[in-house]
């Protein structure tokens, strides 16, 4: 992470395969080189399908607000690298989040056995809230306009590389690695508490029911829109005035931004990546 370099819009560049930029390339042989431990637990996800939200259920599940979730490949000069962050948390388990594609995530969580939460979104919402993102956030490459932005999602062209290849990768690693729940945003929205029940026997936590309940209540999305601890205010880049970062928390809200030759390319495009997966995906509840 180079000290002195203003932060400023990067371009994509192929890494490996996979549309990156700088911010989580810049620190890599440290991320490659991560050491994890048995009880880390990893949450996954493709940028914007959830990650805030799961990091704070986890957050609560474990520990008083003021731990924090270091985000793994990040290197920006404001605050430590994320493996910094990460090599010294005092926590066990440690929570650390990622939104590496699964073929770049670190070996050693593999070897760890670490427990893996992994978060999907369905394609039409992520991108959605990924177009908001991009226009709002200092350190993402400019979206351009929405039809731009959504040509370019449809082939790939996002940090962190394709959804398609993102959330079908890890789907698959999830029929080998037996240490990886895979939930859904849209089951999260629909019914925390029962996604908290699931999540809480995965972990091995007998949290009980009336604590719980508290944290199905404080992690709704109005309580975390207003917490300056989860609603990302404090952070610099981010320009709040273009979108806020808890922006609407809804799914569907695609259906207010694509048009219907849109929506029709999308599903085509949608069909065609998604062939060889048996993921699958609600984009209404
Ligand atoms: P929208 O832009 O659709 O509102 P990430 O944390 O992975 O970047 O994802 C951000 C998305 O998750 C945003 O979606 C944000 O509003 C949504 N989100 C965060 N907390 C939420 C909550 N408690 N309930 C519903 N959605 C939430």
Known sequence: CLPMKPLSRPELFDFE???????????????????????????ATYPKAGTTWV??????????????????????????????????LPTSPRL???????????????????????????????AVSYFHFDRMNMVQPEPGDWNTFLQKFMEGKNVFGPWYDHVSGWWEKKQTYSNLLYMFYEDLVEDTGRELEHLCSFLGLSTPVQEREKITKGVQFDAMKQNKMTNYSTIPVMDFKISPFMRKGKVGDWKNHFTVAQNEQFDEVYKQKMKNTTVKFRTEI
């Not at 700088?22 to 009880?39: I, L, M």
């Not at 520990?63 to 990460?86: D, H, K, Q, W």
């Open 96 to 126: 650390i989040k990622t939104h590496l594609p699964v073929q770049l995530v670190p070996k050693s969580f593999w070897e760890q056995n670490s427990k893996i939460v992994y978060v999907a979104r369905n394609a039409k919402d992520n």
């Open 17 to 43: 395969g996979v549309s990156m930029v700088h911010y989580f390339t810049d620190n890599w042989e440290k991320v490659k080189n991560f050491q994890a431990r048995p009880d880390d637990i990893l949450i």
């Open 55 to 88: 990091s704070y259920i986890l957050d609560l599940l474990y520990f008083p607000i003021y731990m924090r979730v270091p985000f793994l490949e990040s290197c920006f000069n404001l605050i430590p690298s994320g493996t910094e962050l990460a090599d010294n």
